[in-house]
């Protein structure tokens, strides 16, 4: 049985996600520092993998299986981070 306030949590984390990668990138426009580039994409990408989460628990929970567009976009969302860590190396 679904807690009541399960689809709350999932919208809070998707405007969550979606505030940072605001925040990220808008402080990246005005610092052009790269690192906040890469993590504000980032954030993007988890936003969207929230939203995902909850198209796929709360709305579409039997007609379309979303785990794999899911675990994409988290895979996504790391490596971009992780590329930045890596070119923010030099």
Request: hydrophobic share 60%.
């Amino acid at each position: 049985m679904r807690h009541m306030f399960e689809p709350l949590v999932y919208v809070l984390c998707f405007l969550t996600s979606g505030l940072c990668a605001w925040l990220l990138l808008a402080s990246y426009r005005r610092r052009l520092q790269r690192l906040l580039l890469w993590s504000g994409l980032c954030f993007c990408l988890l936003a969207l993998n929230s939203l995902l989460v909850f198209l796929d628990i709360v709305v579409l929970p039997t007609q379309i299986n979303l785990t794999s567009a899911r675990l994409a976009t988290t895979l996504l969302a790391l490596a971009v981070l992780l590329y930045g860590f890596v070119w923010e190396l030099d």
